[in-house]
């Protein structure tokens, strides 16, 4: 191949990528972007704990997601956007209020069972974001929270149990 044909190739690889781009295909989870939204609101997380999670955990789990440059091109914007919305699915810690107390509960023991198992972040964002790698310092800083936070909730949910959500 002679170099105009490569360059033509590549310029319609890069204009296919754009286009591409402006199509989600599971929902536009940009869309509900708050950069400041406060995580888990109602609960009783100290700020070290709540720091860990914003950090290392809150770029899948909150709608403060971060888009570094390189997750605005097809099909690598396909695979952020999948992993964003699949993590805030299973917990968006920016919707920790409007979650029952039986939801916090089972939320709390995936947490700290993911949290201690190194189980999360995923083995394919670390490749990316190795700084996000949850220190053994830190696993074992939110598996105790989640424990506490569990054993409170459980205990608030005996005394009224009719409670849809809990502050």
Same mark, same amino acid.
């Given at each position: ?61 909150s709608e403060s997601t971060y888009y570094p440059i390189y997750s605005r091109f097809a099909p690598v914007s396909w695979m952020v956007e999948r992993d964003v919305h699949d993590g805030r699915n299973a917990l968006d810690m920016t919707r920790w209020q409007y979650y029952t ?9 995936? #947490?700290?069972?993911? !949290? ?7 083995? =394919?964002? %670390?490749?990316?974001? $190795? ?10 800083? #939110?598996?105790?929270? !989640? ?7 459980? =205990?608030? %949910?005996?005394?009224? $149990? ?6």
């Amino acid at each position: 191949m002679n170099a105009p044909k490569i360059q033509l190739a590549c310029g319609v690889l890069f204009a296919t990528s754009i286009v591409l781009s402006t199509v989600h295909p599971w929902g536009n989870p940009r869309s509900g972007i708050q950069p400041n939204a406060q995580i888990l609101q109602g609960s009783n997380a100290p700020e070290d704990v709540r720091h860990v999670l914003e950090k290392k955990c809150g770029n899948c789990h909150s709608e403060s997601t971060y888009y570094p440059i390189y997750s605005r091109f097809a099909p690598v914007s396909w695979m952020v956007e999948r992993d964003v919305h699949d993590g805030r699915n299973a917990l968006d810690m920016t919707r920790w209020q409007y979650y029952t107390g039986d939801s916090r509960v089972d939320l709390l023991t995936r #947490i700290g069972s993911e !949290a201690r198992s190194g189980g999360m972040p995923l083995k =394919q964002y %670390l490749v990316l974001h $190795p700084q996000n790698r949850l220190t053994s310092q830190e696993q074992e800083l #939110i598996y105790n929270w !989640a424990k506490a936070e569990r054993k409170r909730i459980r =205990q608030q %949910l005996s005394v009224d $149990p009719n409670k849809p959500a809990l502050s």
